[in-house]
Antibody, heavy 124, light 108 residues
Framework: QLRLQESGPGLLKPSETLSLTCTVS??????????WGWVRQPPGKGLEWIAS???????YYTPSLRSRLTISLDTSKNQFSLKVASVTAADTAVYYC????????????????WGQGTLVTVSS | SYVLTQPPSLSVAPGKTARITCGGN??????VQWYQQRPGQAPVLVVY???DRPSGIPERFSGSNYENMATLTISRAEAGDEADYYC???????????FGGGTKLTVL
């Protein structure tokens, strides 16, 4: 059974770099049949997709945050990670990692399995 | 960039049908997904590719998509259906994911 587990610092200061890791069990991140992605949700607000990565290293980023984001795979640990540079209070959110099956068309793009989420607070 | 518009809230009586809408320019040409998020929990996929249901999702949940509006229909609403519901598409024009703002469904 697939399980995704996020881990992160919990609290960090403005201008620092946020590092998040998603540990995957019950499935391989090297599979050609899935993308792996991150979605965040500020307190009391809606969902925001951040980034996705494919097994071959192809990356996709939300345009508004592209310059501050890095998503990557660590196949040796079956993990994928997200870094967000120069954080501000606006980056305070619950961060979810998720699995996206590869469809016949790119338009068929959905988050089929989610982690439980990790709260990240940016505060001085 | 592409915008998805959902009503902020909707109320439905137990046993009745709730229809949650998601508006977007020519959304009928896109594949629409729907997620249910109960308070304090991660989102759960309830409909994908406009009208398909993942295994384990009750048949009471169905989806449709035509022209400029996609709809999630919840039949015979139950108290357990109270949640936030989000629609989502892949915007091929800019190669990124777009979520709607979410609809809070109240069953009372």
């Amino acid at each position: 059974q697939l399980r995704l587990q996020e881990s992160g610092p919990g609290l960090l200061k403005p201008s620092e770099t946020l590092s998040l890791t998603c540990t995957v069990s019950g499935g391989s991140i090297s599979s050609r049949t899935y993308y792996w992605g991150w979605v965040r949700q500020p307190p009391g607000k809606g969902l925001e997709w951040i980034a996705s990565v494919y097994y071959n290293g192809n990356t996709y980023y939300t345009p508004s945050l592209r310059s501050r984001l890095t998503i990557s795979l660590d196949t040796s640990k079956n993990q994928f990670s997200l870094k967000v540079a120069s954080v501000t209070a606006a980056d305070t959110a619950v961060y979810y990692c998720a699995r996206i099956p590869v469809g016949e068309m790119i338009e068929s793009y959905y988050f089929e399995s989610w982690g439980q989420g990790t709260l990240v607070t940016v505060s001085s | 960039s592409y915008v998805l518009t959902q009503p902020p809230s909707l109320s439905v009586a137990p046993g009745k049908t709730a229809r949650i809408t998601c508006g977007g320019n020519n959304i009928g040409s896109k594949s629409v997904q729907w997620y249910q998020q109960r308070p304090g929990q991660a989102p759960v996929l309830v409909v994908y590719d406009d009208s398909d249901r993942p295994s384990g999702i009750p048949e009471r949940f169905s989806g449709s998509n035509y022209e400029n509006m996609a709809t999630l229909t919840i039949s015979r609403a139950e108290a357990g259906d109270e949640a936030d519901y989000y629609c989502q598409v892949w915007d091929t024009g800019s190669d990124h994911v777009v979520f709607g703002g979410g609809t809070k469904l109240t069953v009372l």
